[in-house]
T-cell receptor, first 111, second 113 residues
Framework: DQQVKQNSPSLSVQEGRISILNCDYTNSMFDYFLWYKKYPAEGPTFLISISSIKDKNEDGRFTVFLNKSAKHLSLHIVPSQPGDSAVYFCAASSGTYKYIFGTGTRLKVLA | GAGVSQTPSNKVTEKGKYVELRCDPISGHTALYWYRQSLGQGPEFLIYFQGTGAADDSGLPNDRFFAVRPEGSVSTLKIQRTERGDSAVYLC???????????FGQGTRLTVV
């Protein structure tokens, strides 16, 4: 049973445009959400997080939106750059250290 | 070093053999985690250490898997009688405290042939 789902395995976006990566979850006890970025042959790198008491968190070109009623979060990258091409994982936890990861979305930013 | 270091980067072993995977966390980080990532999947939690003790090993798939962190720093994940299904990338992560974001190492790619 996949508690965190990333239904789009891949996404292609033109450089300079907005990238929107989506994530759905089923466990209403999740209270902390994170996005990680992963390049080939490297470990995941933390990108941005959001607590369930917020509905938006912004850090430079990256913004995460949380819709608790829909159990949905999204990562917006604007403007997208070729260096953003990577696999993006969303992860969630419920008051603990244990992250539940989605299966990832491969983003390709076209120059 | 500045980041989480894992050795070896790659390990190929024969079915039935014993392997050890090492993780050097970021200095001063008390929380340490092991995750496993299979092809096409996201990382899956294996075990969490707070200091020297395994606070949660509920993600270990069976008793062939064991991990230690004897001095509260370096950790070793040990797999006995390896099976082909154990092939995956084993990721280690650490964080300053338990609820802060975890920093991951580059992983050890284990291939059991």
């Amino acid at each position: 049973d996949q508690q965190v789902k990333q239904n789009s395995p891949s996404l292609s976006v033109q450089e300079g445009r907005i990238s929107i990566l989506n994530c759905d979850y089923t466990n209403s006890m999740f209270d902390y959400f994170l996005w990680y970025k992963k390049y080939p042959a490297e470990g995941p790198t933390f990108l941005i997080s959001i607590s369930s008491i917020k509905d938006k968190n912004e850090d430079g070109r990256f913004t995460v939106f949380l819709n608790k009623s829909a159990k949905h979060l999204s990562l917006h990258i604007v403007p997208s750059q070729p260096g953003d091409s990577a696999v993006y994982f969303c992860a969630a936890s419920s008051g603990t250290y244990k992250y539940i990861f989605g299966t990832g979305t491969r983003l390709k930013v076209l120059a | 070093g500045a980041g989480v270091s894992q050795t070896p980067s790659n390990k190929v072993t024969e079915k039935g053999k014993y392997v050890e995977l090492r993780c050097d966390p970021i200095s001063g980080h008390t929380a340490l985690y092991w995750y496993r990532q299979s092809l096409g999947q996201g990382p899956e939690f294996l075990i969490y250490f707070q200091g020297t003790g395994a606070a949660d090993d509920s993600g270990l798939p069976n008793d062939r898997f064991f991990a230690v962190r004897p001095e509260g720093s370096v950790s070793t994940l040990k797999i006995q009688r390896t099976e082909r299904g154990d092939s995956a990338v084993y990721l280690c992560a650490s964080s300053p405290t338990v609820r802060e974001e975890a920093f991951f190492g580059q992983g050890t790619r284990l291939t059991v042939v």
